[in-house]
């Protein structure tokens, strides 16, 4: 029997002013999963999340969340101005309260136990990318929403983010909805690709949908020859439904 979703979104519509943002969107989480929705700019994944999150009413469609589902979202990256001293303690703890302990432990979870007591404005960029998402863990979340989670970190520590990210479904069994721009990354780390531009163009396994004519329309030859850049490595290939074949030489024993 299918594990019942986290969160699940049909025929969601959305538009501003007559302008339509979101045409008849679905969408659907589970425990132990992880979907990455990737789009252009101006593709309403933004809009997308923040209906999601409640922060937005859709037009029409409906948006269902599991039963007492405890929800931890990592927005964009965030500055902070110099004028305001803040810890990182105290920055974690807005607006979910929480004492010091947790917080050291929901920042060991992220490798970021040393930045407890520094200035937030002082931390590199991959130290708060690394803070916002512990300051996600505070809620103990069933369903992840991980809004650009790499956000200006360097090639190494985006690598290093999207293995922390995978890491954390393994230990927690959360779900993850993740909005990103890297191809190569998601498409990579991720159990099932939404491709938005409006509408969803095309959605399925992340080797599926790098096949699909409309990903291909949309991302062109460049986003082909990014996602070149990170091919996994196994003994098994797939067709063009994204089924999995052996390969020859793994058939004969």
Known sequence: MPAEPLLTVENVNFAIRGNPILLDVDLRVTAGEIVALIGPNGAGKSTLVRIVLGLLHPDSGQVRLKPELRVGYMPQRLTVADTLPLTVQRFVTLGTPAPRERVRTALTEVGAAHVLDAPVQAISGGELQRVLLARALLREPDLLVLDEPIQGVDLNGQYELYDLISGLRRQRGCGILIVSHELHLVMAATDHVICLNRHVCCSGHPD????????????????????????????????????????????DG
């Not at 850049?229 to 030489?249: F, M, P, T």
């Open 208 to 251: 599926q949908v790098a096949r699909d004519p409309a990903y291909l329309q949309l991302f062109g030859i460049e986003g082909v020859r990014t996602l070149a850049i990170y091919h996994h490595h196994h003994n098994h290939r797939h067709d063009l439904h994204g089924a999995v074949v052996a390969a020859e030489h793994d058939r």
